[in-house]
């Protein structure tokens, strides 16, 4: 059973930070594409960050570009995203995801997490 185990969510301060996980099972997601998306109350799903099977490609949306950062250990199938002076508008709750080939859209990604639920208050 393919899976996807997000972790690291929780309650922070504006300014502070938070790495969240995301462990992969079931399957080697080494050729894939990992992201990370986040969705808020009453909001769209939106892409957050990105990273190619290589490690090569790496895309992040506007709104978090200099303040997050994704990465990815092969040897333990985990890719991670760590957050930097977080804001208010950063609460959501934040899912991995995967996908064959490269790209941001929502649609493409084709195994998620349940997500985790990051709360940064003011």
């Known amino acids: 059973q393919v899976q996807l185990v997000e972790s690291g969510g929780g309650l922070v301060q504006a300014g502070g930070s938070m790495r969240l996980s995301c462990a992969a099972s079931g399957r080697t997601f080494s050729s894939d594409t990992m992201g990370w998306f986040r969705q808020a109350p009453g909001k769209e799903r939106e892409f957050v960050a990105a990273?190619?099977?290589?490690?090569?490609?790496?895309l992040y949306a506007d709104s978090v570009k200099g303040r997050f950062t994704i990465s990815r250990e092969y040897d333990k199938n985990t890719v991670y995203l760590q957050m930097n002076n977080l804001k208010p508008e950063d609460t959501a709750v934040y899912f991995c995801?995967?996908?064959?080939?490269?790209?941001?859209?929502?649609?493409?990604?084709?195994?998620w997490g349940q997500g985790t639920q990051v709360t940064v208050s003011s």
């Open positions: 990273v190619s099977y290589t490690g090569a490609r790496i």
């Open positions: 995801a995967s996908r064959a080939g490269w790209g941001k859209a929502t649609y493409d990604y084709n195994y």
